[in-house]
């Protein structure tokens, strides 16, 4: 499973994508994607494949998430459609636009 990283801010680069993340920014994110898909913290850690701890850790601004996670975390938000459309927009914008 992937960990923690008691690190901030997450700078990540996806191809063309770079995501510069702060914990305060992702807890925010991580509780809204939740709230949308109606998941639970376990739930989401199971999609994301971690811990129910790490993600609990995330949404209390303990820690920030490994670089394979928060990748999950985009890939989980373009799953959610029109759902998490806004949320990418907001926190994986795509350079350039």
């Known amino acids: 499973m992937m960990g923690t990283l008691n690190m901030a801010p ?3 680069t996806f191809g ?7 914990q305060p920014e992702f807890s925010q994110l991580v509780q809204e994607m939740r ?18 701890y790490s993600v ?4 209390n601004q ?8 928060l990748k999950r975390v985009e890939e ?3 799953e959610m459609g029109d759902r998490g459309a806004d949320l ?3 926190y994986f914008p795509v350079e350039g636009q």
């Not at 609990?56 to 949404?59: G, P, S």
Request: proline share 2%; aromatic share 4%; glycine share 4%.
């Open 88 to 90: 990418l927009e907001q």
């Open 35 to 52: 709230h949308r898909s109606g998941l639970t913290q376990a739930e989401l850690a199971a999609k994301i494949g971690v811990s129910y």
């Open 62 to 69: 303990k820690t920030m998430p490994v670089s394979l996670a």
């Open 76 to 78: 989980i938000l373009r």
């Open 16 to 22: 063309l994508v770079m995501s510069v993340i702060k």
């Open 56 to 59: 609990n850790r995330w949404e």
């Open 10 to 12: 997450a700078i990540l």
